[in-house]
Each structure stands twice: as C-alpha cells, then as structure tokens.
C-alpha cells in the first residue's frame, strides 16, 4: 500500500513534490530510485512520518522486513493515528517467521479501528486469527471481508486457502471457481483451482482445465508448477519434469517448486538431483517442513545412506501428518530405543498392509530387547502377528482413551509408530542382512488342506497370482495390470496358478480360468482381504508367486518364496540390482514411467519362465514339513 491518502500538504511543497515523485517510481517498479528519494527527503527531514512509512513499504517490497518494520515504526512513533501504517507494519512483521502472532493481530486490529475500510488488515487479520488456531474466528472474518469488499479477491482467495488447510476441500472449491469466474484472465486465481481439484484427485476436470489455462498463460510459473504436480500424480515424471524446470526458473525461491522438481528427479532414479532439491527446498522454507523432511528421508533411503533417512523418518507423522500414513496421538513418550525392562511398549500401525507386515520382521528385533511388548493393528493383522509373535500381545486398534477415565488409561510406558522400528533396528545394509528369515509362521495343517485340494496337480510347480490392488486409484493404476494384460505371463504347460487377488471380481476369474485352460485355481472360501493368516497359508503352498507390489507380494516373501513383483521405481536401495532389501527372494521389475504398464508383462513371464525351468518341489515340502 505505497500510495496512501497522507499527502495533504500543497503540491508546491519540495518535500510533497519528492515524495509523490517517489511513489510514482514505486508503483512503476523502480524501487532502488524510490528508495534513494526517500532517504534523501529524511536526511532533511527526519520526523517526516510519511517519508518514513513509504520508505519502510519500499524496504519490504524489496524483502528487508526488519528495515521495514524500522521504519515504519518511526513513522507510527510521529503520526500514531495512520491507519495505513499500522497495516503496513502487521504485513512486513508477517513476512518475519520469528514475530509474534500476537503483536501481528494487534497491529492489524488496530488499523481496523483507525480505518474501517483497511481490507488488507482485514486479510491479515484473518490469516492471522488461522494461524493462532482460532479457525473459526478466521472463517468468519473472511466471510464478513468477502460480503463487505466483493471486489477485494486477494480475501477470497486467502479464505480458499484456509478451507483447504482445514481440509474443506468442497468449499475451497466453490470461493477458486467464483474467483476464476470474477477474473478469468488471472492465472493465480486459475492455478489456486486446479489446485484444488487435484487435492480432489478430480483428474480428468484438471487435464482440461490445465489444457486451457496452459493456452491462456502459456508462461505463467504457478499454472507451469500445477502442470508439473499434476503429471506427477499420475506417475508421468518424464512429462512433469520440464513442467517442473519451467515452474522452478519462474520463482527459484518457492520451496514448493523445488519439492515437485525433486519429486520428479527421484522418480526418474535421479536421486543425487533429488536430494539436491530437497535440501535447497528446505533452506527456502526456513523452518521445519514435514512434507519436505519425509522427502530427503526417502531420498536418503534411496542412496543407501541409512542413518540419515531413518532420522528423518518420523518426520511424516509431524502436524496433521502426511497423506497415507496413519498418525496418532499420545500422552505418553516415544519410545527412544532404550531399555525396556519393568516397561511395556506399544507398537502401532502407521502405513498400510503390506508396509506394516514387513515393518513387522523388526519385532523379533525388539523382542531380543525385553519388556513387554503390545501390537496393535488393524484386526485381520491381528492372528497373523499373534501366530509368530506368542510373547507378544497382538490386538486391533483401540480407540484414544478418555483421559477422564481412569479405567481407560493406557496400558503402556511408551510407544513407537511399526515402520519407526527402523530408526533402532536397520541403521546399515549389514543389519537387513541379519534380519530374520523365513521371518512368520503359517497354519501347517490349513496349508496342508489347501494342498490336498490340489490333488495330482502338487506334483508340478505351483505359481500364485496377483496382478492389482483394491485401491484403483489414478494414482495408483499405473502399477498395476488388468486380468486380460496379466493373462499372457500364465501361458506355461503344466503349472497350476493359485488365485492370490483379494477383491477379485468374478469377470476376472472367469476369464483367466478360460484363457488358460482351467490351469487357474480359485479358493472361493478363502477372504484373502479380511482373513491373512489363511491368504498366508494359501501362499505356503507356492513355489513361486507373480503378484504386484501389494500385500499378496508380501506374504509368500515373509515366508522366504521366490516372488516377482513389478511396480514405480522402488525407493530403497535394490540387492544385485533387482531383489528388495527388506525382502531379499523378492525380484521387484520396476516399471518404464514413459512406457505402457502392460509393457512389464514380457519381463514377467520371461522370469517366470527361468524359475520354472529349474523347478524342484523340494523348498515347498520342506516348508510345509513334507
């Protein structure tokens, strides 16, 4: 706000003449001209409150929030009834990470009440009131911005952002859209929509409108870095990376930019190029960064350097936590790694099923540790875990308790997140190598059973088969195979395949059993999504199991069977190339980003077709005490 209404003094004053002369620099964009002007006029005239204010504005619009705040302070000292200048003041401190919340409100309320009509007070005091955790005081200054000031958009547009930071993505949606609709040639106001509709996962509206605003602002950096965000989500990184190039040489100083950029690096197995992304993002953010932290853990990860990924690991779990991992709150400490004798420590859930049952190979680590140790997780995990952990209590997820209820206290010392168990336990390529193998047990007398069923066909090789996940999001589908694609790895004489694919639909069934000669065998009495301890003894029967990167992968590798996944890049660390750290008779295929799906298939069959080749029942009896 460097033109204000404070110049009452006649034209033909010097002082007058060289400050509107000033102002005319700054609102064309010459600051450094501006800035000269002003200071000449205090050396004369040093009290000048006016001089002082645009002087303090100029300082910030150049990015000196301390000098601002200098100055402007002066300037309030001189003529402490401008409602301006306490405006002007609350937004250089703003700029400041270290100011306080408080003194920033303060300010602003008081240029609301020197001057009703201060609508970027208004603003800050809003965002402000977000930022103290007093949300719905904010919502409701915003609202009353918005039917005050309809023409104020820089208010719509902060309340769109508050809503998405409560998580009201529907509502957020409806102030962008009515902001697209007030100025449809602003690209701002178009980059903060499409980023909502992917916050939405509303795809297929944000490749048109992203089509249209890339037509319409053709080098606008934030509708460039929405692009790049967009093609990243569904697992085009190749495509998102000039995108992302483009966005970043726009405004090299927005974190966010250099995070997608990063993204996009370790996706493509840049990993050096990611981390140094990353680590620039996190200078830029100045301060802590959850989403930024899990990143370089990853990262870190991905080259091998263990100890640094695992330190940064819990970072995920920070704030409102990141999306797909599941965070909790507790009254009691995180378990530092120390000793445990006389305690009782809970292990939690934190990520998926798959994630969680390799996490939990490392409680046979923390068993050696004493104590008392609790699992809890989600209840189909429960007789899985409890089957190879008897010392330790294995449970579903309890609801938080009532720290008004005694009785409901929790029955533990400490706690620890499943997956964090790496931050004590797997510090060093040597410490996977000692992890524990075949690390579960199975139900020998079910697999039997299941076995049996089989009848003259366990004489040959035994192949279970997976080719999706539930989960079908766009995201996601980019992993996986349809039945029709995955059908062609399953063309080998003589094997028996075992239908590992929870949540398969009777289409799926049918087809592969008439495409592949009634070699595919169903267990329509086996719930391979709700009941794992018999899905796992389903697997104990395998030789071999093709299945994607889900949990149908993960439990014949727990149990040591040769197994052939495919999926994106994989962001640890691959033995020989090609077998996974964690799960080493596992051979993971990673997926060509730039390529269709279905193009993994023949690497499929053609490794299958090695295994089979020096095929021996031999591992299969002796795990099922044959």
Known sequence: MARQQVLRQTPTNPVVASLQKAIALQSSGKLEKALRIYKSVLKKHPRNADANHLLGVTYRQ??????????????????????????????????????????????????????????????????????????????????????????????????????????????????????????????????????????????????????????????????????????????????????????????????????????????????????????????????????????????????????????????????????????????????????????????????GIGDTIVSGIMLHDLLERGGRIIYEGPPKTVKLFQRTFPDIECRGTRIPYNADDPSAKPDYDCQIAISDLGGHFRRSREAYAKARRPAFKFDRDQALGFLERLKDRADGPIVGVSWRSQNLATSRMRSYLSAPDFCPVMAFDGVTYVNLQYVSVEKELRFLEEHTNGNFIDFPDVDLFDDLDSAMSLSAICDFVVAANTSASVLPAVLDIPVLSWGAPYLMPLLEGKYILTLPTTHYCEIDERLPTKEIVPVLKEELGKLLKDFSPEARNRRLGL
């Open 62 to 351: 150049l990015g000196y929030p301390k000098r601002a705040i200098e100055y402007i302070g002066k300037a309030i000292q001189f003529s402490p009834d401008k409602a301006p200048f306490f405006t002007n003041l609350a937004r250089a401190q703003a700029d400041l990470p270290e100011s306080s919340l408080e003194e920033i409100l303060q300010n602003a309320e008081k240029a609301i009440r020197l001057d009703a009509g201060q609508v970027e007070a208004i603003n800050l005091k809003a965002i402000t009131l977000f930022k103290l955790g007093r949300k719905p005081e904010a919502e409701r200054v915003f609202q009353k911005l918005q039917s005050d000031f309809p023409n104020y958009l820089e208010g719509y547009r902060n309340f769109g952002k508050l809503l998405m930071e409560k998580e009201e993505h529907e509502k957020a949606l409806s102030i962008f859209e009515k902001l697209v609709q007030k100025e449809p040639d602003n690209a701002e106001h178009r980059a903060a929509l499409i980023w909502c509709r992917l916050t939405l996962e509303d795809y297929d509206t944000v490749e048109t409108e992203l089509a249209d605003a890339l037509k319409r602002f053709p080098d606008d950096g934030d509708i460039k870095h929405q692009a790049a965000k967009y093609l990243y989500m569904i697992r085009q990184p190749y495509e998102a990376l000039s995108f992302a190039e483009d966005a970043v040489r726009a405004d090299p100083k927005d974190s966010g930019r250099h995070v997608t950029l990063g993204l996009c690096y370790l996706f493509m197995r840049r990993r050096e190029e990611a981390l140094e992304s990353f680590l620039l993002a996190k200078r830029l953010a100045n301060g802590d960064n959850p989403q930024i932290d899990w990143n370089l853990s990853l990262t870190y990860m991905a080259l091998g350097d263990f100890e640094k990924g695992w330190d940064l690991h819990p970072a995920r779990l920070a704030g409102k936590g990141l999306g797909g991992v599941m965070s909790r709150e507790f009254d009691v400490p995180l378990w530092d790694g120390g000793d445990l004798t006389d305690k009782t420590l809970l292990v939690w859930q934190d990520q």
